[in-house]
């Protein structure tokens, strides 16, 4: 690692630094859920139901019962006191709300029809594979086609009249674009480790919220919360897909509280495709309207959403549709379409990602028949005000992130007929598309303690799901101490910590900065206190205000910190006056120091209710199009955002590459497909599900404009875990249509619409 080479003290806050939890990682120490291993400890398997719809006429689980190791058979009236979880407001979030084998009905192809516990994995297999079920088989509905939807269509966001608008705009788009089933594909696939001690459960869980989970299992459980514990130390992604419970982790609880046993069960890859998620289908019609020298009229942006049978689920794609850009009439409504599938969930920017791919790629349409280029038609349209609430934001660059951008891929030089730009043999073409994420500050409670082996422990029941939450917390420890990361031990992911946020929203990193800073600056406070306190210290008598705490140790403020030399492990200096902060501890015979933070939420702030919270950015795609061969390739991505100041540069710098990477996944290649016949999910592997690669991926390059907004907090910073991948879809459609011709309002882009091009050689 170079962090010698890393600024020292609050310099650090901004600065690229690695991931304190990296080698952890790298040399395989972490320890994810599913590794943790106890003695006694059995495995769970779950049946899936073969059926898209009806109901179990009979399950026969008496060969399974019989084979060797099998210790438990769990089915609809055989699973121990398992309850219903219901929703409270803002107290707890649960994934599917049908407790495991609540009845005979299927509702959806790999709905979970029985479990089997066992000595070994394999003998819980291998029984699991021996019950058999018969079904009363109905015709599933998993129909792709949402518009057969007759329910009620909520309006939101209405101003002006945008019907009569969009009658009387001389320029008009009126197009629909679909956007397919995505599934969350993490690197680990969820699992659950239960483990009873008594009337205590702790459960190890893949979980972007150990809290949340510890309040929904406390009641799925019928156990007070203070007897559930929730661990989630290393996660291996999640997109959204964890951020609430699933139904293995009830299913695990209980096989474990009946055998008082620990038991673990993990979900496979396979079962990932109905059990644990996914982005719904969304089908958006986006009407436009214009006047002929291109100021936008109107926008009607009317969608429907998937969503499974007992679920009401709505992904929000017009979420960003009133404040992006300035339009007098407008309107946004929902339709929520039920079909036979699992419970969808929030994956990576819900709503906005694919409610963006619509309204951004109608904007380029819209351009073109204005003979505009669609980025001058943006800064034109651009909003000075959020006009769907009717505030002031609190900091908006988006215009910037564009200019900036079309800077980077040299846009000036852009033709716009379609086909008109060559090199090496190719046709390229070029696309642009914005991206927006709300922001907010939620709350936090953190613990920072000064402890007598000269190290800073920093506690919070929050989580890093992989995205530098452990290293946020120490660089704001280092910032406010000098005391260099190696001496900073920062622990996450367990419930029983002081309560911090869900890991979603992109909001985790707002809520945990004020929490953290009050906590180390108390604790800082305190020690000074006591130095100048206690009989024994070379501080003694003196005004505590006249002490400073620099380079871990404690001096008098006149004095200026005198500097040594450059620990080279930790990018901190080594000091060489003051009295370190343990030898205080000593001379006052403490065991340590330590101070809570809060965070309080800004939906309570009455000044940051005055604005309208967002960040914003946008991505200038670039294909490359080899039509004798009807091969596309993204070949460049230039990524610039604006998402106030960043406190990691490198991990930023992570969130926009992996969320660009998993733009290029949704504009291409991923589609979860089901089977019309049975509801069954027929790609629900890595060979036909198809995520990018690298041999898939562009040139990446990813800005920040870094401009700190303090209405979110001292820091400046919101939140980037979501918005990277806004905007990427819409802007490779967008460089299709400039290569090939063809636009493409149904995604993922197939050799097939490319057929089409008229553009024949290159
Ligand atoms: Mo994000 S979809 O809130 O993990």
Redesign the pocket.
Known sequence: MATDTLPHAAGIIGAAVPRIDGSLKTSGTARYAVDHNFPGLVHGVAVQATIGKGRIRSLDTSAAEKMPGVLLVLHHGKIDNVYRFYPHEADGTISEARPPFADENIYYWGQFVAAVVAETLEQAKAAANAIKAEYDIEKPDVNPDLSDFTGPKPESWLRGDPDKALASAPVTVDETYITPVETHNPMEMHGTVAVWDGDNVTLYECT?GVVNHRVVMSEVLGVPRENVRVISRFIGS???GK?FPWTQSSIAASAARTLNRPVKISVDRRMMFTSTGHRPRTQQRIRLGATEDGKLTAIRHDFFTETSQLDDFVEHCGEQTPFLYSCPNLVVTTGMVRRNVGAPA???G?GAVPGLFALESAVDELAIKLKMDPVEFRLKNDAERDEGKNLPFSSRHLKECYTTGAEKIGWKNRTPEPGSMRRNGKIYGWGVGGASWSAARIPCTASVELCPNGRICVRCATQDIGTGTYTIFAQVVHAATGVPLDRIDVFLGDSSLPEGPT???SMATSAVLPATTTAVNSAVTRLLHIAAMIPNSPFHGMKPESLAFANGRVMQKEEEPKVVGVSLSSSSQLAANGVPFEEVLKLANLSGISAMGKTAPSFEDPKAKQYSLHSYGCHFAEVEWDPEIVRLRVSRIFSVFDAGRIINKKAGANQILGAAVMGVGMALFEDTVHDSRTGQPINNNFADYIVPTCADLPELDVTFLDYPDYIVNEYGARGI??IGMAGVAPAIASAVYHATGVRVRTLPIRIEDLLKSNIREA
Request: hydrophobic share 20%; aromatic share 8%.
């Open positions: 972007q999640g997109f959204g951020l929030p994956m990576r819900p890991s979603g929203g875990g979501e």
